[in-house]
């Protein structure tokens, strides 16, 4: 398996080496003889296919040898898993070399889908887009190749074998990390990943247009649709990452600024920045050159995310060990990044001023949907800086602001929080507002009824905020001051809540009304029109369900550390033991359970009936899960689901002091609505993709028809 993963492995790369060439060739020269271009062009996407079926075989074996057991691969035995099959095949992303081999595989499989749409007809933007996915991919597949450090093909080391070539029992503590084995997780990393590569294809395009010098909106319709697959796919990764930490961590929260969640946060804002400057391109025509700049910036953060996981410069329980090479290269891939499309710009400078005057239409005024895509992508870019500062700064010198520290969620919380707010105040504004110049009497006539919609919306929050948040507040307030001062003056805090609710209210009902608007299209292109803006109503919507699930769930949060009486040597028994959460819930003591697993796991249960106001409401299992070969614990989180709130019970083990089973246990308020803003955030990207997908196969049956005209 070694050496046929090598060779597999340099297959990808010669082909793709042999691709580039071809390419560059053809493009030099199409501007003298088109027919023998398109013969080397031909060639290059020949290339890309081979490159693309060798790095698949060599998936294909890390999977093979996962699932039939076979210990040849030190990788395979760094991350076996006996848990079942979703976790074998998780193994093949689960490690540092893995991810990279599936990331690069990832970007051939993007790569080969344009070479497919675009190997007949060999288009010069096409191609030079090709062009450049295959540079990034020679680089990537460099990396496996040379560096045995990122090569998941290594063979087992003799620490790890018997006289016989076995493996011995020192190999027993390798395999996959117990945190890792749970659905959530196993498939949060390759949604990532999917995210990641297919935002390689909006920069490569974005480069394309400056190599051919062709700035119309073409680049911008060739690429769209990966930028939205790919913030679908960022988006399910993220959320699944979330759900992951909530059940699996046990610390109570979805979101906890790790640099590794902020790593992948990072793309997610940026691209959501891109798909709107996308729109004002195909609409508008203006900030073209931010656009193309943005699609690179957008890449390169992916890049940076890669850099923040692998290098090692920040401290992260999720983060993989940290690589010298990863950190040159990655580094390096940066700034190339970067300067590449600021090059190409001033290069172009006066091919793209000629192309981009004609018909450009100038903003007239500052109230206009021209400036608040402006501001748009302002905050978006600053909400990104200051976030890859604030997770980069502990491996800054002493000299820079917060340099050789690291800061707490606290402090992320401390920004997000006002800036979430006024983003989602511009997004609720925006679709009342006109290009160029807005019609003041026209933006009220347009936001009467919205804003009539959101004002009862708003009074039924603020009955909530003072029936359930504040009463919640004031508890968590009396039970742990300091943490809840962390987020600011108490009024600060409330003020910021009521805002959010007002403005989460407004975009609400004017995403509704937009997209009851959009639905009213039926036939033809207006209706894959329809489609595509009722996706981004949708996501506006979702946005606001969002906003308030954050509002409870992450400000109005009530813990306590618990804990209940407990006697070892009665363990056995059924004992009559209370603890209070709150005036409302009370934990009734049944009895432990301890259960011992086929691989030697043990698992500690403690079964409790759940009581408010005096009645039994259900029933938690909290549990804690302990791998006596790699010394491991995983906390098993327990989760009643109300209407308005989720009770969250974990155990944390038996006390040494003598006081009892250690519980935390949290009232996460208006959680459930953060969990359905983020599904239908994600239905309305995917049917916004849908639309996309749809115009598109539109454009191609119309140019075959007037094709056949002709």
Same mark, same amino acid.
């Given at each position: ?35 023998? +271009?398109?013969?080397?062009? #031909?060639?290059? !996407? ?30 395979? %035995? ?25 990331? =690069? ?11 497919? $749409?675009?190997? $007949? ?9 090709? *062009? ?52 959530? &997780?196993?498939? !949060? ?12 294809? /909006? ?36 959320? *699944?990452?979330?759900? #992951? ?94 300067? +590449?499309?600021? %090059?190409?710009?001033?290069? $172009? ?30 905050? @978006? ?23 050789? !520290? ?31 110049? =807005? ?19 708003? %009074? ?5 905020? *003072? ?26 805090? !409330? ?18 009304? &937009? ?25 506006? @919507?979702? @946005? ?10 992450? &400000? ?16 056995? =028994? ?33 079964? @409790? ?33 109300? /209407? ?67």
């Amino acid at each position: 398996m070694v050496i046929i993963g090598r060779i597999c492995l340099i297959i990808a790369l010669a082909a793709l080496v042999i691709g580039i060439v071809c390419i560059a060739l053809g493009l030099l020269k199409g501007r003298d003889d088109e027919r023998d +271009a398109k013969g080397l062009l #031909w060639g290059g !996407h020949v290339a890309g296919f081979l490159s693309l079926i060798a790095l698949t075989i060599a998936c294909l074996l890390l999977v093979f040898c996962f699932f039939s057991g076979n210990t040849e691969l030190y990788y395979v %035995v760094s991350y076996r898993s006996s848990s079942g099959w979703l976790f074998k095949l998780a193994g093949l992303w689960a490690g540092r070399e893995g991810s990279l081999l599936f990331w =690069t595989w990832l970007m051939a499989l993007f790569a080969g889908i344009m070479a497919w $749409r675009d190997y $007949r007809s060999c288009k010069p933007l096409d191609s030079a887009a090709l *062009l450049v996915m295959q540079i990034l991919l020679t680089i990537f597949v460099s990396m496996l190749v040379f560096s045995s450090s990122n090569s998941p093909f290594q063979p087992v080391p003799g620490i790890y074998l018997d006289s016989n070539g076995q493996l011995n029992a020192v190999s027993a503590v390798l395999g996959m990390n117990s945190l890792l084995e749970h659905w959530a &997780m196993a498939i !949060h990393p390759p949604t990532l990943f999917v995210g990641y590569a297919g935002l390689a294809v /909006p920069f490569a395009y974005g480069m394309a247009a400056l190599i051919m010098g062709d700035f119309s909106r073409l680049w911008v319709d060739r690429c769209t649709p990966y930028a939205l697959f790919s913030w679908l796919f960022l988006g399910l990764g993220i959320g *699944l990452g979330a759900i #992951w930490a909530y059940v699996v961590l046990g610390w109570g929260g979805y979101w906890g600024w790790d640099p590794v969640e902020n790593a992948s946060l990072l793309p997610w804002i940026l691209c959501a920045a891109l798909i709107h400057d996308f729109t004002v391109y195909r609409q508008k025509g203006i900030y073209r050159r931010w656009t193309i700049f943005c699609a690179a910036l957008t890449f390169a953060f992916v890049i940076l995310g890669t850099f923040i996981t692998r290098s090692g410069i920040v401290q992260s329980v999720h983060a993989f060990e940290g690589d010298p090479l990863s950190r040159i290269l990655f580094l390096g891939l940066i700034v190339c990044t970067l300067l +590449a499309p600021a %090059v190409g710009l001033y290069l $172009r400078r006066d091919t793209f001023a000629k192309q981009v005057r004609s018909g450009m239409e100038e903003t007239q005024s500052m109230f206009s949907k021209d400036i608040a895509y402006y501001l748009n992508n302002l905050l @978006m870019v600053l909400a990104a800086l200051l976030i890859t500062y604030l997770t980069i700064c502990a491996a800054l010198p002493g000299w820079m602001p917060l340099g050789g !520290h690291a800061v707490g969620a606290a402090t992320y919380g401390s920004i997000a929080r006002p800036l979430g707010v006024f983003y989602c105040g511009l997004i609720a504004i925006c679709p009342l507002l006109s290009w160029t110049r =807005t019609d003041r009497a026209a933006f009220l006539d347009k936001a009467k009824l919205p804003a009539a919609c959101a004002a009862g919306l708003f %009074v039924l929050l603020m009955a909530l905020w *003072l029936t359930v948040l504040l009463p919640n507040f004031n508890a968590a307030l009396a039970n742990d001051p300091q943490t809840v001062l962390m987020g600011g003056p108490v009024v600060y805090q !409330h003020i910021i809540a009521i805002l959010a609710f007002a403005v989460a209210s407004l975009l609400f009902f004017n995403a509704l009304f &937009m997209l009851i608007k959009a639905m009213s299209f039926k036939e033809g292109s207006m209706a894959v029109k329809a489609m595509r803006g009722a996706g981004a109503c949708v996501a506006h @919507m979702a @946005m606001a369900l969002i906003l308030i699930g954050l509002v409870g769930s992450d &400000m109005y949060v009530f813990q306590r550390d618990a804990y209940l009486p407990y006697d070892e040597e009665k363990a056995t =028994t059924t004992m009559t033991s209370f603890v209070e959460v709150d005036e409302h819930y009370q934990l009734e003591f049944l009895s432990t359970e301890v259960t011992n697993g086929a691989d030697g796991r043990m698992v500690l249960t403690v079964h @409790m009936n759940v009581h408010k106001d005096g009645k039994l409401i259900g029933q938690v299992d909290p549990a804690m899960e302990y791998d006596p070969m790699t010394q491991q614990q995983k906390l098993i989180a327990s989760v009643i689901h109300r /209407p308005t709130h989720d009770l969250f019970v974990v155990f944390r083990g038996i006390s040494t002091a003598g006081a009892g089973l250690a519980l935390d246990v949290r009232i996460n308020p208006l959680i459930s609505i953060l969990w359905l803003g983020f599904a239908l955030l994600m239905l309305g990207t995917a049917m916004a993709f849908a639309g996309v997908m749809a115009a598109g196969h539109r454009r191609r049956v119309k140019m075959k028809e007037l094709s056949a005209r002709d």
